[in-house]
Structure formats: C-alpha cells, structure tokens
C-alpha cells in the first residue's frame, strides 16, 4: 500500500513541479493568438473552455490503455509502478505538452506535418501513412473492446453484432460533425463517469486495505520475466503512448490560450497515469497473487479483471457505474481516433473539411476499412498496435527535441526519452514474433546500433535547420482574427 498511495504522490507533485520546469523550458506566449480563433471554420477550429478542453483530451487519450495495459502490467509485479511513475512524468506528460504546444504554434497540425516540418521532408509520406495506419487499428480495437464489456454487461441480452453497429453509427457522427456538437456535449459526461469510477476503485482498495504488494528487490517482478523490452510495450498508456501525439491537435485546435497548456495536455497525462496506477495495484492485489491473476486473464483477459474488480470494490450498482467508465474510455478514444484519421488525410491531400461532403469522401473508406479489419484476430491486431503505437512516440519525442534544439532550450527532455524508447522500438521489433525474430542478444546488438545511427542523422539535420532558422511557428500576422 505505501509504494501505491507514494506513487500516486508522486505522480501529483510531478505535475506541479517538473510540469511546471517543462512549461518554463518551451516558453508560454500568454499573447499569441491561438489556432481556435485564428482558424476558426465551426467544425474543427472552436474555442472551448478549459475544463471542457481538459476532459476532452483525458477521453481522448485514455482509451482501454490505461486500463487493459496495466492489468497485463501486473503480471511483472511492482516494477510497473516504477514505469508508470517515471514514463509518465519525464515521457508521456513531456510528450503529450510539446506535441500540443507545437501543434498550437503551427496552425493545429497533426504530428506527420510537423515530423515533416521538423525532420525533414523525406518523413511526410511515412510518418502519414504510420498515423493513418495507427489510428485505424486503434478505432478498430475500440470497436470490438467497448462492444465486448457492453455484451459482458448486459449478459449477452443484446447480439455482440448489434453494439459493434451501434458504436460504429456513433463513431460516424463523431467523426463528421464539429466537434462542439457531440464531443464538446456528450464528453463532460462521460469524464465524470470516468473519474467517479477510478476514484471509487482506488478509495476501495485503500479503505480496504486491499494487499497491494510493496516494491523491493526481492519482489520486483514475478518469474524473471523479461522487464526490458516488454513492459514499455505492454504499459503504454498511463506511462508514454505515440496514440497521444495523433489527438492532442485536436485540442491544440480548440484551446483559448497557451497557458492552458501545461493543465490539458501535461495534466490530463498525469490524470491518466493516476488511472493506470489504480487498475494496476487492484490487478496485483485482488486475485491470490500473480498465479490467480494469470488465470483469470487466460480465461476472460482484460475485461473479465475489470468486472470482477469493479464488483469486488463497489458492489453490484457500483460495480456496474465502473464498467461503466472503462467502456466509455474506448468509445471516446475510437471517435477522436477516426476524427484525426481524417483530419490528417485531409491535411496530406490539402483537402479543406468545412462541407460535410468532403469530409464524407475521407470518412467513408476510413469506416469501410475498419469493417474488414474488425474480422482479424483481435490479439494480432493488438500486438501490431503496441509496437507502431511507441513508434510513433519516438518520432513525436524527436520532434519536440527537434524543435527545442533549434529553439536553443534544453532539449534533452525529450531527447532523453525519445532515445530509450528508440532502443526499445527497434529491439523489440527485431526479437518479436511479429517482427524479424532473431535472437534476444542480436536484436539488443541491432537495438543500440540503429539508436547511434539514427541519433547521428537527428544531429545532422537539428544543425542544418538551427543554421537555416528553420521557422518555429506559423506567422499569423497575415491571417484573420476571429476574437
């Protein structure tokens, strides 16, 4: 219980004191005009008010990730809280702020934009095909995993294929219609039920002094299993996730000022890892050990620990308020998920989306698409997932390194995580089954070598754009203000 509840501590202070160091390195311009007024079109470009702009980017991250991703965690025992205390203040949070601070610096761009602006144009064409490819299995997999709870929930009364349709309807209007309209409503609501259900399971298994396992050496995670690669592949959101980096332009679209920043995009980060440390410590705690744990997982994976946790903690009506919440998680990440699809094919064919038509031209190959591959099996699609997922956090770590190098401010704190999960990226690739598979020792070889490589070529291009002064931000002096 100690390492848990100093964990969670942690995670707090973090925000208010390296958040702060974070915002100070990158520099608030308290008066530049926002994207939300300098580009306002009534479908994507909206202002919108910190609190909602903040539960929308929470809703948008936090997917089954911080969930699903630490109950398969548990299974390394307290290792994973080291990880989602350290990834999530000096990685993800870091990660999550520069993406949505650049992006409001350069007109709301979506990552492959600025990766071509940043790391040269040789990136536009794969850094786009990688987030559209990313965004896709992350919408199909929020399709089939909410559906799955809703089926588990109401006892198998409604056909599985039926909530598959209903979800995808909603994901439709979602992905079509200004943001303001279903997304700035309905996701107030659907954060409350969110936070009520987390909060209600941690405060569980505190009042009920539920045996949380302690972090020590002899206890630091079960049967030597492999923490490196693995672990920064199985955790990923609620400690660091290249899935951020694609939504948060969206709010970088509809945030008032850049002081708001450091609240939306550093916070809600923390917020999420606050998440994951509470369904990781019940996962360790509640089912006799990591023998019980592992049988429950075999025999009803991810969404059969959230049932019986949420039973467990809050009782029958509780219980099914918390399911509640770990189902709106994917629904409202599988929307923004489709939405920024579109938002950056839009962008890669200079396609304006003011009319409902052209949007409608991109949304409809998108959804067709992800029919065929809700077909697949969803533990292949999974898999693909978590690695493309820190993939393309890598690259948006490099950008903002990119873009504080040229800045001349300190950026090792994005470098630094940038480069760890580097190695990682490409180690695991090279052992994975769904990669080349070759030997562990091999793909640890390959790991640091393409790292030194791949570091040497980033040198070479952040000196060529520092002595070209390759543009920060978009100049808005030429475009008009809506205030």
Not at 132 to 138: P, S
Not at 313 to 338: E, W, Y
């Given at each position: 219980?100690?390492?848990?509840?100093?964990?969670?501590?942690?995670?707090?202070?973090?925000?208010?004191?390296?958040?702060?160091?974070?915002?100070?390195?990158?520099?608030?311009?308290?008066?530049?005009?926002?994207?939300?007024?300098?580009?306002?079109?009534?479908?994507?470009?909206?202002?919108?008010?910190?609190?909602?702009?903040?539960?929308?980017?929470?809703?948008?991250?936090?997917?089954?990730?911080?969930?699903?991703?630490?109950?398969?965690?548990?299974?390394?025992?307290?290792?994973?809280?080291?990880?989602?205390?350290?990834?999530?203040?000096?990685?993800?949070?870091?990660?999550?702020?520069?993406?949505?601070?650049?992006?409001?610096?350069?007109?709301?761009?979506?990552?492959?934009?600025?990766?071509?602006?940043?790391?040269?144009?040789?990136?536009?064409?794969?850094?786009n095909?990688?987030?559209?490819?990313?965004?896709?299995?992350?919408?199909?997999?929020?399709?089939?995993?909410?559906a799955?709870?809703?089926?588990?929930?109401?006892?198998?009364?409604?056909?599985?294929?039926?909530?598959?349709?209903?979800?995808?309807?909603?994901?439709?209007l979602?992905?079509?219609?200004?943001?303001?309209?279903?997304?700035g409503?309905?996701y107030?609501?659907?954060g409350?039920?969110?936070?009520?259900?987390?909060?209600?399971?941690?405060?569980?298994?505190?009042?009920?002094?539920?045996?949380?396992?302690?972090?020590?050496?002899?206890?630091?995670?079960?049967d030597?299993?492999?923490i490196?690669?693995?672990?920064?592949?199985?955790?990923?959101?609620?400690?660091?996730?290249g899935?951020?980096?694609?939504?948060?332009?969206?709010i970088?679209?509809?945030?008032?000022?850049?002081?708001?920043?450091?609240?939306i995009?550093?916070?809600?980060?923390?917020?999420?890892?606050?998440?994951?440390?509470?369904?990781?410590a019940?996962?360790?705690?509640?089912?006799?050990?990591?023998?019980?744990?592992?049988?429950?997982?075999?025999?009803?994976?991810?969404?059969?620990?959230?049932?019986?946790?949420?039973?467990?903690?809050?009782?029958?009506?509780g219980?099914?308020?918390?399911?509640?919440?770990?189902?709106?998680?994917?629904?409202?990440?599988?929307?923004?998920?489709?939405?920024?699809?579109?938002?950056?094919?839009?962008?890669?064919?200079?396609?304006?989306?003011?009319?409902?038509?052209?949007?409608?031209?991109?949304?409809?190959?998108?959804?067709?698409?992800?029919?065929?591959?809700?077909?697949?099996?969803?533990?292949?699609?999974?898999?693909?997932?978590?690695?493309?997922?820190?993939?393309?956090?890598?690259?948006?770590?490099?950008?903002?390194?990119?873009?504080?190098?040229i800045?001349?401010?300190?950026?090792?704190?994005?470098?630094?995580?940038?480069?760890?999960?580097?190695?990682?990226?490409?180690?695991?690739?090279?052992?994975?089954?769904?990669?080349?598979?070759?030997?562990?020792?091999?793909?640890?070889?390959?790991?640091?070598?393409?790292?030194?490589?791949?570091?040497?070529?980033?040198?070479?291009q952040?000196?060529?754009?520092?002595?070209?002064?390759?543009?920060?931000?978009?100049?808005?002096?030429?475009?008009?203000?809506?205030?």
């Amino acid at each position: 219980m100690i390492t848990f509840l100093a964990s969670i501590a942690l995670l707090i202070i973090g925000y208010f004191t390296y958040g702060k160091y974070v915002e100070k390195v990158f520099g608030v311009k308290e008066e530049r005009t926002t994207p939300a007024y300098v580009n306002a079109d009534g479908v994507d470009y909206i202002p919108m008010s910190t609190k909602k702009n903040s539960l929308i980017q929470l809703l948008n991250i936090a997917g089954t990730g911080p969930v699903f991703g630490p109950i398969m965690g548990a299974l390394y025992g307290p290792v994973a809280f080291i990880w989602i205390v350290v990834g999530c203040i000096f990685a993800g949070a870091v990660h999550d702020y520069l993406t949505g601070m650049i992006s409001i610096r350069n007109k709301g761009a979506h990552l492959p934009e600025l990766a071509t602006k940043f790391l040269g144009k040789a990136m536009k064409h794969v850094v786009n095909a990688f987030a559209v490819l990313l965004l896709l299995l992350v919408g199909t997999v929020f399709v089939s995993t909410p559906a799955s709870l809703l089926n588990l929930l109401l006892d198998g009364k409604v056909a599985l294929g039926i909530l598959i349709a209903a979800i995808f309807i909603y994901y439709i209007l979602a992905t079509l219609l200004p943001v303001d309209k279903i997304i700035g409503r309905l996701y107030p609501w659907f954060g409350a039920i969110l936070l009520i259900s987390a909060v209600g399971i941690g405060i569980g298994l505190v009042v009920k002094g539920a045996p949380i396992p302690e972090l020590s050496l002899s206890n630091f995670h079960p049967d030597n299993a492999p923490i490196f690669p693995l672990l920064f592949f199985t955790i990923t959101c609620g400690a660091l996730s290249g899935f951020h980096a694609t939504q948060t332009p969206i709010i970088s679209r509809t945030t008032q000022k850049e002081s708001q920043g450091r609240k939306i995009f550093y916070g809600m980060m923390i917020a999420e890892g606050i998440i994951a440390m509470i369904w990781a410590a019940a996962a360790m705690s509640l089912f006799d050990g990591y023998g019980g744990l592992q049988e429950l997982l075999a025999a009803g994976g991810p969404g059969a620990i959230v049932s019986e946790v949420s039973t467990l903690m809050l009782g029958a009506i509780g219980g099914t308020l918390a399911v509640l919440g770990v189902i709106v998680l994917p629904i409202t990440s599988g929307d923004t998920a489709f939405r920024s699809a579109r938002m950056i094919i839009a962008e890669y064919i200079n396609l304006a989306q003011k009319k409902i038509s052209s949007r409608l031209w991109i949304a409809i190959p998108l959804f067709a698409i992800s029919v065929v591959l809700t077909q697949i099996d969803f533990n292949i699609l999974w898999r693909y997932f978590s690695w493309a997922n820190q993939a393309t956090a890598v690259i948006a770590l490099f950008v903002g390194a990119m873009y504080l190098y040229i800045a001349r401010k300190n950026y090792w704190i994005s470098l630094i995580p940038g480069t760890f999960m580097l190695t990682m990226v490409i180690t695991y690739i090279l052992n994975a089954q769904i990669g080349f598979r070759l030997p562990m020792d091999i793909s640890w070889y390959g790991g640091f070598a393409g790292t030194v490589v791949l570091l040497v070529l980033f040198f070479r291009q952040a000196r060529k754009a520092r002595a070209a002064n390759l543009p920060l931000e978009v100049d808005i002096s030429n475009y008009n203000r809506v205030a």
